[in-house]
T-cell receptor, first 116, second 115 residues
Framework: AQSVTQPDIHITVSEGASLELRCNYS??????LFWYVQSPGQGLQLLLK??????LVQGIKGFEAEFKRSQSSFNLRKPSVHWSDAAEYFC??????????????FGKGTHLIIQP | DTEVTQTPKHLVMGMTNKKSLKCEQH?????MYWYKQKAKKPPELMFV???????INESVPSRFSPECPNSSLLNLHLHALQPEDSALYLC??????????????FGPGTRLTVL
């Protein structure tokens, strides 16, 4: 079965500094990978996704992620964080057959704290 | 427009009550999902509807009963819940294409408290 690991439960970054959130997946075939962000008490907003092709994908709010098959990773990056980026970030993999048929499997999330 | 709406935003119910959560999308999506999210945990899949038919039930207790009246609406009927069922219930929808490039869009959730 597919799984996603986010090794960092909490990350603290100073405003204006760069950010990298780690995500490792376990999946036998080509994974379909997503990053979502969740503000407290809110739903999930899609930041970006990877299905195939270019391994560097651009998302909303200045985020990007790089798919590295050799490292089974899909890390999220942002060159300069803003206080409004403070939130919970989830990496997710589409289960099995793609097309959303099996729902998403989420990592445990990384809580991002922004220091002024 | 990628909006999924959910009502109510908050719900408090007793263990003997019957209530329903509603989810709606007007994006023409043909797959809809219910997830349950406990505090400080990731969302967990409960049900998947594909073309208005239940395709996945992740061993959810029968006190949760999903319903998909049409392609735009998804309900979750609640009966005889337990306090441990208190959580944020998230609805999502996706186009359900055959190209394997489906993306799920989430609603804001219903915060459920069971007393």
């Amino acid at each position: 079965a597919q799984s996603v690991t986010q090794p960092d439960i909490h990350i603290t970054v100073s405003e204006g500094a760069s950010l990298e959130l780690r995500c490792n997946y376990s999946y036998g075939a080509t994974p379909y990978l997503f990053w979502y962000v969740q503000s407290p008490g809110q739903g999930l907003q899609l930041l970006l996704k990877y299905f195939s092709g270019d391994t560097l994908v651009q998302g909303i709010k200045g985020f990007e992620a790089e798919f590295k098959r050799s490292q089974s990773s899909f890390n999220l990056r942002k060159p300069s964080v803003h206080w409004s980026d403070a939130a919970e970030y989830f990496c997710a993999v589409d289960g099995g057959s793609g097309g959303g048929a099996d729902g998403l499997t989420f990592g445990k999330g990384t809580h991002l704290i922004i220091q002024p | 427009d990628t909006e999924v709406t959910q009502t109510p935003k908050h719900l408090v119910m007793g263990m003997t009550n019957k209530k329903s959560l509603k989810c709606e999308q007007h994006m023409g999506h043909r797959a809809m999902y219910w997830y349950k999210q406990k505090a400080k945990k990731p969302p967990e899949l409960m049900f998947v509807y594909s073309y208005e038919k239940l395709s996945i039930n992740e061993s959810v207790p029968s006190r949760f009963s999903p319903e998909c009246p049409n392609s735009s609406l998804l309900n979750l009927h609640l009966h005889a819940l337990q306090p441990e069922d208190s959580a944020l219930y998230l609805c999502a929808s996706s186009q359900r294409t055959t190209s394997l490039t489906d993306t799920q869009y989430f609603g804001p959730g219903t915060r459920l408290t069971v007393l």
